[in-house]
Each structure stands twice: as structure tokens, then as C-alpha cells.
């Protein structure tokens, strides 16, 4: 339990939470679900009640290996030992109550997918980062997720529900597939962030490029961000 606590899984214990987090995901008959993060597989079986099918990735082996043993009658359920960020599968739906170390990589990957909407449970912290609405606080991350998605924050999570308890709360959100972002696209924002504090015309001179622009980064919106990193990777 204690090097999975300092890997950050902290695993959610409450059973009504995880019923909110399901129907939170508007979940058919019809729709192919991707959760990355097994677990002690909470989440899985509500899944497979709502899905057509649901693959299951989990990282851990001792974790997987509990999970083929205790979910081996679900027959709409395929169980998958590995890094669910390496899989290439198509999905409809994505549920994932990921270590909160996973959060950003899980955002980035979700910006190159195809799919309709997705559940995450991330840090609070991480939550505010996504939501803020002040320029100076935007980060690239906060770009590229309100590119990609319409997002809302279903339900706040208290530290108690989970065991071991993490040292924060916790946020459901979710996410409606908005736009499609491109790896290259992605680094290229992440990138611009790194000369946040330069003038825009400092910037792209870094890229190649002469813009006379003495705006700084923080005084563009998120759209403006992602049009000049287009420009960059085209």
C-alpha cells in the first residue's frame, strides 16, 4: 500500500460517488467505454451494466491480475495489462479515476482523440488550473483543454472517500469533445508558455518567424494561443 501511495493511487471507496461518476457519463447501450485505471475495479463493473462493451487498462499487475479473477463474468468487459496512454483503441465514452500524477498526460491524450465525452476525477487544484478565467493565471494546459472540450465540474470529492486518503479533494469533471488537437499542436502551446514573460514578437522570432507585437502571452485569449501555435506548425 505505501509504494502505491507514494505512486499516487489513492483508491475511491465510496460506492455512491462512483454510481454519480457513471451516470454522470450518460453511458448507452450503444457506446464503447475506455477506462484507463482498473483499480480494485469500482468503477468497472457499473460500467459494463450501462455499455455495450468497456475495455479496462490497468498498469499495475497485481491489480489486473484481481481484476480477471473478480470480473471474469462480465462478458461485455475486456481487461488489459499495460499503459491504457499507449492504446490506440476507438472509444465512445471515457471514464477514469486516474493517480492525480496522470491528470495533465490524461488531458493532452484525451485533445488527440476522437470521441464523445469523458468523466475524469483529477486534484482540485489541477480542476482551478482548467477553470481559471484570470489571464495572468492561464497555463497551457487551461488552453489546450478549453480548445478540446466543453467542460463542467459535476461533483466535488472529499479527501475521505478515498483509501488511503490523499492529502487534497478532489473534482468530477466532465468533458464534451469540442476539437481535435494535434501532438505537434500541443507541444507548440506547451512550448509558447515556456516564454510566457517575453513579448510576442520575442517569441516567434524563437520560432522563425517576425511579428511586431509587444503583447506578452498572458494578454492573449486562449483562441489567440491557438491560432499563432497553428501558424508555428504549419
Same mark, same amino acid.
Given at each position: 500500500? %505505501?509504494?502505491?501511495?507514494?505512486?499516487?493511487?489513492?483508491?475511491?471507496?465510496?460506492?455512491?460517488?462512483?454510481?454519480?461518476?457513471?451516470?454522470?457519463? =450518460?453511458?448507452?447501450? *450503444?457506446?464503447?467505454?475506455?477506462? /484507463?485505471?482498473?483499480?480494485?475495479?469500482?468503477?468497472?463493473?457499473? !460500467?459494463? $451494466?450501462?455499455?455495450?462493451?468497456?475495455? *479496462?487498462?490497468?498498469?499495475?499487475?497485481?491489480?489486473?491480475?484481481?481484476?480477471?479473477?473478480?470480473?471474469?463474468?462480465?462478458?461485455?468487459?475486456?481487461?488489459?495489462?499495460?499503459?491504457?496512454?499507449?492504446?490506440?483503441? +476507438?472509444?465512445?465514452?471515457?471514464?477514469?479515476?486516474?493517480?492525480?500524477?496522470?491528470?495533465?498526460?490524461?488531458?493532452?491524450?484525451? $485533445?488527440? =482523440? %476522437?470521441?464523445?465525452?469523458?468523466?475524469?476525477?483529477?486534484?482540485? +487544484?489541477?480542476?482551478?488550473? !482548467?477553470?481559471?478565467?484570470?489571464? @495572468?493565471?492561464?497555463?497551457?494546459?487551461?488552453?489546450?483543454?478549453? @480548445?478540446?472540450?466543453?467542460?463542467?465540474?459535476? /461533483?466535488?470529492?472529499?479527501?475521505?472517500?478515498?483509501?488511503?486518503?490523499?492529502?487534497?479533494?478532489?473534482?468530477?469533471?466532465?468533458?464534451?469533445?469540442?476539437?481535435?488537437?494535434? =501532438?505537434?499542436?500541443? %507541444?507548440?502551446?506547451? @512550448?509558447?508558455?515556456?516564454?510566457?514573460?517575453?513579448?510576442?514578437?520575442?517569441?516567434? %522570432?524563437?520560432?522563425?518567424?517576425?511579428?511586431?507585437?509587444?503583447?506578452?502571452?498572458?494578454?492573449?485569449?486562449?483562441?489567440?494561443?491557438?491560432? /499563432?501555435?497553428?501558424?508555428?506548425?504549419?
Amino acid at each position: 500500500m %505505501k509504494k502505491r501511495q507514494r505512486l499516487g493511487q489513492h483508491f475511491l471507496q465510496s460506492q455512491n460517488i462512483a454510481k454519480s461518476i457513471v451516470e454522470s457519463a =450518460k453511458i448507452t447501450k *450503444s457506446d464503447t467505454v475506455l477506462e /484507463i485505471g482498473t483499480g480494485r475495479g469500482i468503477l468497472t463493473p457499473l !460500467l459494463c $451494466a450501462s455499455a455495450k462493451s468497456v475495455m *479496462s487498462v490497468e498498469a499495475d499487475s497485481e491489480l489486473y491480475s484481481d481484476a480477471q479473477e473478480e470480473f471474469s463474468n462480465l462478458a461485455n468487459l475486456e481487461l488489459v495489462h499495460g499503459d491504457g496512454f499507449k492504446s490506440d483503441v +476507438e472509444f465512445t465514452v471515457f471514464v477514469s479515476n486516474l493517480p492525480y500524477s496522470q491528470s495533465r498526460k490524461a488531458i493532452e491524450w484525451l $485533445a488527440q =482523440k %476522437k470521441f464523445s465525452r469523458a468523466v475524469i476525477m483529477v486534484q482540485k +487544484e489541477f480542476a482551478e488550473k !482548467l477553470f481559471s478565467e484570470s489571464s @495572468h493565471e492561464m497555463r497551457s494546459i487551461s488552453v489546450i483543454a478549453n @480548445h478540446a472540450f466543453d467542460m463542467e465540474r459535476m /461533483i466535488d470529492v472529499g479527501k475521505s472517500n478515498f483509501n488511503p486518503p490523499p492529502k487534497v479533494d478532489s473534482v468530477v469533471l466532465y468533458l464534451e469533445h469540442k476539437n481535435t488537437l494535434s =501532438k505537434d499542436l500541443i %507541444k507548440t502551446v506547451n @512550448h509558447l508558455f515556456s516564454y510566457r514573460r517575453k513579448t510576442l514578437g520575442n517569441i516567434l %522570432k524563437k520560432f522563425g518567424q517576425t511579428v511586431q507585437s509587444t503583447k506578452r502571452l498572458e494578454e492573449l485569449s486562449g483562441d489567440e494561443i491557438i491560432k /499563432i501555435a497553428k501558424q508555428i506548425t504549419q
